[in-house]
């Protein structure tokens, strides 16, 4: 089983910059593929950007793509996804998740087995 715990949410100015961090309680092997999600209430939660086991591979959806980074650090533990040039549409909850050893790379969200509890990016 793999825990996840994310923090570094807060509220910041249009424009701004933010590091999300999310510290996993396995290696990077056994967590697997890990992505950021995003939800807001009233709809679904969506793929923000997503990093393979070893790290060299990413995919970021368009809305977030030149503006959003994610990266990871295996010898930490740790998820990073670092956020600029922030916009008001991307004010949400942000989510950690991890796939397990099963899945290499995905973007798809049932493949996503384990989930942090959240942490909240407002921007105004």
């Known amino acids: 089983h793999v825990q996840l715990v994310e923090s570094g949410g807060a509220s910041v100015q249009v424009g701004g910059s933010l590091r999300l961090s999310c510290v996993t309680s396995?290696?990077?092997?056994?967590?697997?593929?890990m992505a950021w999600f995003r939800q807001t209430p009233g709809k679904e939660r969506e793929v923000v950007a997503s990093i393979d086991t070893g790290g060299m591979r990413t995919l970021y959806a368009d809305s977030v793509k030149g503006r959003f980074t994610i990266s990871r650090d295996s010898a930490k533990n740790r998820l990073y996804l670092q956020m600029s040039s922030l916009k008001p549409e991307d004010t949400a909850m942000y989510y950690c998740?991890?796939?397990?050893?099963?899945?290499?790379?995905?973007?798809?969200?049932?493949?996503?087995?384990?989930w942090g509890q959240g942490t909240q990016v407002t921007v105004s």
């Open positions: 998740a991890a796939t397990g050893p099963d899945f290499a790379f995905t973007l798809e969200m049932r493949y996503f087995s384990y």
């Open positions: 396995a290696s990077a092997i056994r967590t697997g593929c």
